[in-house]
């Protein structure tokens, strides 16, 4: 039995057989195949595998709860997502010592909104790659990558899940597997923001207001206000 919905894609036949192997493991292990199909397919870099489209078509069949589904989900996707955020932070090592630099100061700057950012990628058809190797690249706290993560994932599985389940085309499409080309973008795309994180100055994109740090011969002087109200009456 395979899954008539990623049928109906246009894919290489390598990547077809891929995908019809992962429906078998999904339709073998139920719960624990979701969340090994999630995992797959969120550790997948680039080469978009299909979990989305399983999650879905599953919600559709009914043979299994969508709550439950939309945990296991999104326990599997979060997780696989770190197989980028670790290539991108061990692959920091070949970086030089001055763009290492310049990924310091970016992770101050990302800070401010990394976990929305980082809920965002999650929740939608974002490619996760194109910030979990960043992040790993730029050392970003591991807990408070998956946190977010994991909760913009099982926003995401939820809505493919009851998606399927009350027969709505709409999440389909929007979440559906974007076949060959999407590798390509994908690539190009992570090509990118890879070589603009290690080449620009962020410095000077983003300048951070730096307290002003107090020297020896610093001569600035600090009055003690009264604890009393200054307008009090006597």
């Given at each position: ?73 999104a326990m599997g996707s979060a997780t696989g997502e770190f197989f980028g955020y670790f290539l991108g932070y061990y692959g ?143």
């Open positions: 039995m395979y899954l008539l919905s990623l049928s109906d894609v246009e894919q290489p036949g390598w990547l077809e057989q891929f995908n019809r192997w992962l429906e078998a493991i999904a339709l073998q292990y139920g719960y624990f195949g979701i969340f090994l199909v999630s995992l797959l397919g969120a550790a997948s870099v680039v080469i978009p595998v299909p979990y989305t489209l399983i999650i879905f078509t599953f919600g559709s069949l009914r043979v299994l709860d969508p709550f439950l589904m939309s945990i296991s989900g920091r090592e070949i970086v030089g010592e001055d763009r290492r630099r310049k990924m310091n100061y970016f992770l101050r700057v990302f800070s401010r909104y990394g976990a929305v950012s980082i809920f965002i990628f999650a929740l939608t058809p974002l490619p996760d790659d194109l910030i979990f190797i960043p992040l790993g690249m730029m050392r970003y706290s591991l807990l408070k990558a998956f946190v977010p993560s994991f909760f913009g994932k099982l926003l995401m599985c939820s809505i493919l899940a009851y998606g399927g389940y009350f027969s709505i085309s709409l999440v389909e499409r929007i979440f559906g597997d974007g076949g060959f080309y999407t590798i390509i973008v994908s690539a190009i795309l992570l090509f990118i923001v890879i070589v603009a994180m290690v080449k620009i100055n962020w410095e000077k994109v983003f300048p951070l207001a730096e307290e002003p740090e107090r020297t020896k011969g610093d001569k600035t002087k600090f009055i003690k206000l009264p604890s009393k109200h200054l307008l009090s009456r006597r």
